[in-house]
């Protein structure tokens, strides 16, 4: 079977989210904002789309006393995500290219 792009996770800062999460177990709210350089809103709506189609698990908790949030892909997500990057692989190599140069 060809590997197929996710429509799920094919947005710009869906893929930056889920690829930031596949290289984890979890992620602090924090983290993934500041190292995406995006807006408290803009990853709450991204995340909740992500945590809607099963792609990612929100754990809320506190520290202390200050509330937190933490993201992590669930097994499903990370297949998605692997599928997605092959399909993007597959894509780039139709044009000879190597995706990534020696």
């Given at each position: 079977?060809?590997?197929?792009?996710?429509?799920?996770?094919?947005a710009?800062?869906?893929?930056q989210?889920?690829?930031l999460?596949?290289?984890?177990?979890?992620?602090?709210?924090?983290?993934?904002?500041?190292?995406?350089?995006?807006s408290d809103?803009?990853?709450?709506?991204?995340?909740?789309?992500?945590e809607?189609?099963?792609?990612v698990?929100?754990?809320k908790?506190?520290?202390?006393?200050?509330?937190r949030?933490?993201?992590s892909?669930?097994?499903?997500?990370r297949a998605?995500?692997?599928?997605?990057?092959?399909?993007?692989q597959?894509i780039?190599?139709?044009?000879g290219?190597?995706?990534?140069p020696?």
């Amino acid at each position: 079977m060809t590997p197929q792009l996710d429509p799920i996770i094919h947005a710009p800062t869906k893929l930056q989210i889920v690829s930031l999460l596949a290289a984890a177990e979890e992620a602090e709210f924090a983290f993934v904002r500041d190292s995406l350089d995006i807006s408290d809103s803009v990853l709450s709506k991204h995340a909740g789309a992500l945590e809607a189609a099963g792609y990612v698990k929100i754990r809320k908790g506190h520290v202390g006393k200050r509330p937190r949030t933490w993201f992590s892909l669930t097994h499903q997500g990370r297949a998605a995500y692997r599928e997605h990057v092959a399909a993007l692989q597959a894509i780039v190599a139709q044009s000879g290219l190597s995706v990534f140069p020696s």
